[in-house]
């Protein structure tokens, strides 16, 4: 039978009602992310504007409801049972324009793109230019804080604000914008030469699993060995748990052969992180951000 939305989802239409852009009433989830798994969203908005973005985070905190800030997907791993609130996706902040050898990028645009223009180093890493400046995206030739001008974010009142470098907070895999859940919404990116990607794209389709994934699912140590060559050790490649497998190809990537629960892939990562604190006496910590926690 077919039922109309919930008393949740209703309330969130209610208060985005006067705001541009798209929304999407109990939205799956699982075609929104790289990882292809998840329940429904409550509502999933793509704001047009930057200020919309921030009015509908000041409505949601106000009202009560969680929120998240939805670039690719690529590093998200959304629970069964969904996400109980507001997914603000940043697809529609797609500006671009270039001066001076300066690349002022909306937080939707895709990081590929940017690579291409002049961006070599980050090549191949999937998702949105925002959600590279929040976790710090990059390889092993840099991140993309080493390419940055300026980020222009919103702050908890809606606020806009322009932050120097000094004022990112960035770390491996981290900045101040994903540990205070500020949503970035324009990058100035420093362009480099133009390169050929091709060699690097090559690298890693050999050396990174094809499958659905959410990319490395563990932080490496920060000092020691790597989270996949520990994995490997253990010789925990090939292990699976319903459709959730640790990849014969690179060990730090869980993949999904189908149809995996979230579930299947925590249980992995539960027993994933038990085998190599025993043998390694390490206990390898989460780089997948799990929705909700
Ligand atoms: C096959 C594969 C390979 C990968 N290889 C790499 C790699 O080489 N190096 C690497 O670093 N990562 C890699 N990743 C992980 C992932 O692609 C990066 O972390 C990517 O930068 C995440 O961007 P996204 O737009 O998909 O963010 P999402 O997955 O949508 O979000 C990730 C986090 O950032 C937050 N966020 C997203 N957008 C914004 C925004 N505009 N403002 C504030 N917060 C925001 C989200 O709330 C969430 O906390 C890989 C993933 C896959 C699937």
Redesign the pocket.
């Known amino acids: 039978m077919e039922t109309g939305p919930g008393d949740g989802a209703r309330a969130l239409l209610r208060i985005l009602r006067d705001l541009p852009g798209e929304v999407g009433v109990e939205e799956p989830l699982a075609p929104h992310?790289?990882?292809r798994i998840g329940g429904k969203a409550f509502a999933l908005y793509r704001p047009t504007t930057s200020d919309a973005l921030g009015e509908a985070v000041v409505r949601a905190r106000a009202h009560g409801f969680p929120w998240?800030?939805?670039?690719?997907?690529?590093?998200?791993l959304v629970p069964d049972r969904g996400f109980p609130g507001l997914v603000l996706s940043?697809a529609a902040?797609r500006s671009w324009h270039e001066e001076e050898g300066i690349l002022r990028v909306g937080?939707?645009v895709s990081?590929a793109r940017v690579a291409r223009r002049g961006a070599w180093k980050l090549a191949?890493?999937?998702?949105?230019?925002?959600?590279?400046?929040?976790?710090?995206?990059?390889?092993r030739y840099g991140?993309?804080a080493d390419q940055l001008e300026w980020v222009q974010?919103l702050l908890p009142t809606g606020r806009l604000h322009t932050f120097s470098l000094d004022e990112c907070g960035f770390s491996y895999?981290d900045s101040v914008?994903?540990r205070l859940?500020?949503?970035?919404?324009a990058v100035g990116v420093r362009l480099q030469p133009v390169q050929d990607l091709s060699p690097l794209l090559a690298e890693?389709a050999r050396t990174?699993?094809q499958l659905?994934?959410?990319?490395?699912v563990f932080r490496n140590p920060s000092a020691g060995r790597s989270a996949g060559w520990m994995i490997d050790q253990c010789g925990l490649k090939g292990m699976r748990i319903g459709d959730a497998v640790v990849s014969e190809r690179h060990a730090n990537?869980i993949c999904n052969l189908g149809r995996a629960r979230a579930a299947e892939v925590l249980e992995l990562v539960d027993e994933v992180q038990d085998r190599v604190a025993r043998r390694f006496g390490v206990w390898l910590r989460l780089?997948l951000?799990v929705v909700g926690e």
């Open positions: 992310t790289t990882f998240l800030i939805l670039g690719g997907g690529s590093k998200l940043t902040l937080a939707g990081l191949g890493i999937p998702g949105t230019v925002g959600g590279a400046v929040a976790m710090n995206a990059g390889t991140a993309i974010a895999r914008f994903r859940r500020l949503p970035v919404v890693r990174q699993p659905p994934s959410a990319g490395c990537f780089e951000e």
